[in-house]
């Protein structure tokens, strides 16, 4: 009787166990934690250091760099509270502490690790479409190892769909990445630019004609698309949001084959063992690490050669955003002198054209550093773009 008892306890703990494990393996039940410290034990060097990262907290207000952001995004909220990056543990603090209007929980996306559970449980449209202040309350993790990982395995994952259908429309199947380009793919979950389709509530990377800033504008223009209409040049503008992805494409360390990890996730050493950083701190600060394979040597002229290209990117932003000023209000002074709509098209046409390029320089985060090239041809462009809006807006007026 006792053998028996034993024997039907041992079969009913092993089906038990068994179904436990399926359940796991089960990607329609696994729920993985998105508590960070719910990884501490399995990968300890990695927990620490992205709590490490912590220090990196200094948030500035973009004004103190570009007084003139508040003219370029007149009559919209950028133009009241824009603040520079800082480390993922504070994304979901400072969404919070944004005053500009938040249209619905669409924003959370970016911002927290409780993002795949919400998905699961409301859906994409529906998620989307609640307001952010009724999904919020439910959030409590900023961005953490589950929006990069498969914590089974620790094997990097992508979790948001809207880079799946994005890279797709670009011919690129997720399923067939190797693991280098991996490391650049579970960035661009979220640095990238995007659209939000109010109709069908759908986060969209606007990459049908191709990921170029010049395929991203053709993609507005032919949906007619604006976010708002600037009050002095009475123009329909698009806001640029965080296009380091795109940005990236073409440029000196990609065609080398240099991912975004390599650079910001580079491997140090802690307690003797060789990880992966997760403190996503200033490349700059781990040059060693992050550079030195390819740019042996001095480490000082490196960090010059960064700051030229940023001090340079920076220059002619301040530059041709005072030329875009001095376009707006030609413009406004041409409609005082009665010019017609029809006659102020080209110009519009051409403000829109050197903003949207201005709007992207100046929001891609690397200050230039990412793709120099491709910064300095905008720059020229925008140039190009505002002396024809001045121009015409004189003949129009
Ligand atoms: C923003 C993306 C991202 C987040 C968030 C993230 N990781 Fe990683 N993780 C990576 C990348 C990239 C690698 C390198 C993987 C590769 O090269 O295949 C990595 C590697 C790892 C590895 C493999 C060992 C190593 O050091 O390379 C472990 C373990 C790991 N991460 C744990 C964690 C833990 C724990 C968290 C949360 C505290 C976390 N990760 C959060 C991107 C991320
Ligand atoms: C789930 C969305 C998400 C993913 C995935 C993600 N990021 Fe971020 N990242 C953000 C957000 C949001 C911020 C801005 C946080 C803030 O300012 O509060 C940010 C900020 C940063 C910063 C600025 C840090 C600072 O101190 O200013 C760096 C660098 C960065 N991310 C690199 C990466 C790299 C490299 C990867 C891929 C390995 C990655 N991110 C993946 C959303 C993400
Ligand atoms: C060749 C190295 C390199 C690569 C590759 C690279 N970055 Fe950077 N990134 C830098 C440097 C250097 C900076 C400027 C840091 C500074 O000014 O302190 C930077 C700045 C940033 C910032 C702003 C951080 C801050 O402190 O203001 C973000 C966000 C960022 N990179 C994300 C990315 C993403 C996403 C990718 C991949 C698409 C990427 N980077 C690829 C080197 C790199
Ligand atoms: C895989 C090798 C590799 C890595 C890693 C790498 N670089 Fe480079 N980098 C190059 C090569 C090659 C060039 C082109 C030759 C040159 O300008 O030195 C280059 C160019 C540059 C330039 C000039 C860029 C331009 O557009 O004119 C700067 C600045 C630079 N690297 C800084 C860095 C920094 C900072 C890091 C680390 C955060 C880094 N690189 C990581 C190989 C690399």
């Known amino acids: ?3 028996i008892a034993v024997l039907v306890v041992a079969i009913l703990a092993i089906t038990a166990g068994y179904y436990g494990y399926a359940r796991m393996r089960n990607p329609r039940y696994f729920r993985p934690d998105p508590n960070p410290a719910a990884y501490r034990g399995r990968a300890p ?4 250091s992205y709590i490490g990262g912590q220090q990196q907290n200094e948030k500035t207000s973009k004004f103190e760099k570009f007084p003139a952001l508040t003219e370029i995004y007149a009559g919209m909220p950028f133009s009241e509270d824009y603040y520079t990056t800082r480390n993922h543990q504070y994304a979901l603090e400072d969404i919070r502490a944004i005053r500009r209007g938040k249209p619905t929980a669409f924003c959370l996306t970016c911002k927290t690790a409780d993002y795949s559970w919400l998905l699961k449980e409301m859906g994409e449209a529906n998620l989307n479409a609640a307001a952010f202040n009724q999904v919020d309350p439910r959030v409590t993790h900023p961005i ?3 929006d990069c990982h498969d914590t089974r395995t620790f094997s990097l994952a992508i979790t948001r769909p809207s880079l799946v259908k994005g890279l797709s429309k670009i011919g690129i199947d997720i399923n067939q990445a190797t693991g280098a380009q991996m490391r650049t793919y579970a960035c661009a979950q979220c640095h990238v630019e ?17 990921i170029k800033p010049e395929d991203i504008e053709r993609f507005f223009q032919e949906r007619n ?21 795109e940005n990236y494409q073409g440029s000196v360390h990609d065609r080398l084959g240099v991912s975004c990890a390599d650079c910001h996730m ?9 990880i992966t950083s997760h403190a996503w701190i200033s490349p700059l600060l781990t040059i060693d690490e992050s550079c030195g394979r390819c740019h042996g040597g001095d480490n000082q002229a490196l960090v010059r050669r960064v700051q030229n290209i940023q001090g340079e990117v920076l220059t002619g932003l301040k530059e ?4 875009m000023g001095q376009a707006a209000e030609s413009i406004q002074a041409a409609v005082l002198l ?11 046409a051409a403000y829109a054209r050197a903003h949207i390029r201005w709007d992207w320089v100046q929001s891609e985060n690397g200050n230039g550093f990412h793709n120099a090239a491709l910064a300095r041809r905008l720059l020229t462009e925008i140039r190009q773009f505002v002396n024809e809006a001045i121009a015409l807006a004189q003949q129009g007026g």
């Open 45 to 48: 060097l990695q927990y620490q």
């Open 320 to 323: 041709t955003a005072d030329l």
């Open 225 to 245: 698309w604006a976010d708002w209409t600037h009050p002095a040049a009475g123009v329909p503008l698009v806001k640029i949001q965080h296009p380091e992805f």
């Open 1 to 3: 009787m006792r053998r």
């Open 338 to 348: 009665s010019a017609t709509s029809q006659q102020l098209a080209g110009a519009r």
């Open 194 to 210: 995007y659209f939000f389709n109010r109709s069908t509530n759908e986060l969209i990377l606007p990459w049908d004609n191709g």
């Open 266 to 274: 580079p491997q140090v050493e802690t307690d003797g063992k060789a």
């Open 144 to 146: 953490s190892c589950i």
